[in-house]
């Protein structure tokens, strides 16, 4: 298992409120604000797309996006054209048959629009917001474009079956679908990050080494033999490319086990102590208090309400 894997698998992300939308002619609609990332993908015709304040972005049939923070996030037939908040009242007064339906049918040819919004555990969102470029936009001439399709025509189907294991199905759907666009954007983001740190391979084999083994006292001296790496090199690059000295890195990765630990309830604090390399419950508290703001058992309780 790669460090990807470690990190999207610790986000237990999941689909809900899947849907689509045909427009024809003139048209311009704003998604509402919501609580993840979204993923879209145009499935016939083309328009034209902008997330929040950015620039309007081309695109068509057999494009895939996702969009990490959508509050504003719009497609519109032209540049220029006026958009509608598609909210609860206009989402009635279009729905046809399951499936929004704006402008007029009679001009031009259909452009079909499937979207949905991820979800994912919000213990350690925050890693997801670092991970992620702010969008996405894979197009159909890629050649990763036609497996994303796939993923997401698998998603759109098991969502809409909701029959048993759906749940489990569509988070380990959604898993590969984040980490083929993840690990496919890493290489040519131009800040620092884990995702960029995981698209570097002598990083990315000492980041698998702290994740594998969590628990060990790793020294940068290990890690630098890890990454094949003299020891003042794989510090400077570490530091550079993740924004993060190598033993902060280890303590951020080991609180967000401890997080999600607490959060789902999996172990007393002896034993989550001990998994992530701490001799006792007290040294455990200590760290985690000083790095989160409160003790384990005050996050758990106030996770579990």
Not at 56 to 67: E, K, N, P, T, Y
Not at 206 to 229: C, F, N, P, Y
């Amino acid at each position: 298992m790669d460090a990807f894997t470690d990190v999207v698998q610790l986000l237990r992300p999941k689909t809900v409120l899947m849907g689509s939308m045909v427009a024809h002619g003139t048209w311009g609609v704003q998604v509402p604000p919501q609580p993840g990332p979204m993923l879209y993908f145009i499935t016939a015709g083309q328009c034209w797309f902008r997330a929040g304040g950015g620039a309007a972005l081309q695109v068509g049939a057999g494009d895939f996006i996702l969009s990490a923070r959508p509050v504003m996030d719009t497609f519109f037939s032209a540049p220029g054209q006026k958009t509608v908040l598609s909210d609860d009242g206009f989402k009635a007064r279009h729905m046809v048959d399951g499936e929004i339906h704006i402008g007029d049918p009679h001009r031009g040819d259909a452009t079909r629009i499937l979207g949905g919004v991820i979800l994912c555990d919000p213990t350690n969102a925050e890693l997801l917001a670092e991970m992620m470029p702010r969008l996405v936009h894979v197009s159909a001439e890629d050649g990763i474009g036609a497996r994303l399709g796939t993923l997401v025509a698998l998603i759109r189907g098991e969502a809409a079956l909701a029959g048993p294991g759906s749940a489990l199905i569509l988070s380990r759907l959604i898993e590969v679908l984040l980490i083929e666009t993840l690990r496919r954007e890493a290489a040519t983001l131009p800040h620092p990050g884990m995702l960029r740190g995981l698209a570097d391979p002598q990083l990315a084999r000492a980041l698998a080494d702290i994740h594998a083994h969590v628990s060990r006292d790793w020294t940068i001296a290990e890690l630098a033999q890890k990454a094949g790496m003299s020891r003042s090199a794989f510090a400077r690059r570490f530091s550079e490319a993740i924004g993060l000295p190598p033993v902060e890195y280890l303590l951020r990765w080991r609180m967000a086990i401890a997080k999600d630990a607490l959060r789902h309830r999996q172990g007393t604090l002896e034993e989550i102590a001990e998994r992530i390399g701490y001799r006792s419950a007290s040294a455990f508290s200590t760290a985690f208090s000083r790095k989160v703001g409160c003790p384990p058992s005050e996050f758990a309780r106030s996770a579990a309400a």
